[in-house]
C-alpha cells in the first residue's frame, strides 16, 4: 500500500522538499482553509515520534505524529500550517478533501445492525452474568 505525502518541508536533510513559505496564500478563502485544516487535524495517527516538530514560519511546537486518511499522509502539524499560515496545498487533495466530505454528507446511517448486536450483547451478558 503506498500513501501520497504531503506537508513535508524543506530541511537540511531534505533540500528538495518545498519550503512552507513559498506556499503561502493569503487570498485562501478562510472557510475552505478551515474546512481542510479540520480534516487534517482528525486523521488517524499512522506513527508517533519521539520529540516535537517545530512550525518552520511561527516556531510554534507542532506535533510528534504522522496523520493519514488512508490515502494520504501528512505530518500532524499540517492543520496549523493550513489555518494559521494560508500554506496553499494541492488541488488534488483539496478536492479529495470535499469528495470525502460529500460521501459522508450523502451516507445514510444505519441503525438495523446497531440496535441488533446490541441486543444480542445484552442476551449473552444475562446469560453468562
Excluded at 499540517?78 to 470535499?98: C, I, K, N, T, W
Aim: contains cysteine; aromatic residues 10%.
Amino acid at each position: 500500500m503506498n500513501l501520497k505525502a504531503l506537508g513535508y518541508w524543506k530541511s537540511d536533510e531534505m533540500s528538495d522538499f518545498p519550503d512552507p513559505l513559498e506556499l503561502v496564500d493569503s487570498a485562501w478563502d478562510s472557510g475552505e482553509r478551515e474546512i481542510i485544516s479540520d480534516y487534517l487535524c482528525q486523521g488517524q495517527t499512522a506513527r508517533t515520534f519521539m520529540g516535537s516538530s517545530r512550525c518552520r514560519l511561527c516556531g510554534k511546537s507542532n506535533g510528534s505524529s504522522e496523520l493519514t486518511d488512508g490515502e494520504y499522509i501528512w505530518p500532524s502539524g499540517l492543520g496549523h500550517y493550513v489555518m494559521d499560515h494560508s500554506v496553499r496545498l494541492p488541488a488534488e487533495f483539496v478536492q479529495h478533501v470535499f469528495r470525502s466530505r460529500q460521501v459522508l454528507d450523502e451516507a445514510e446511517v444505519e441503525l438495523t445492525w446497531w440496535m441488533e448486536e446490541s441486543a444480542r450483547f445484552q442476551v449473552r451478558i444475562k446469560h453468562d452474568g
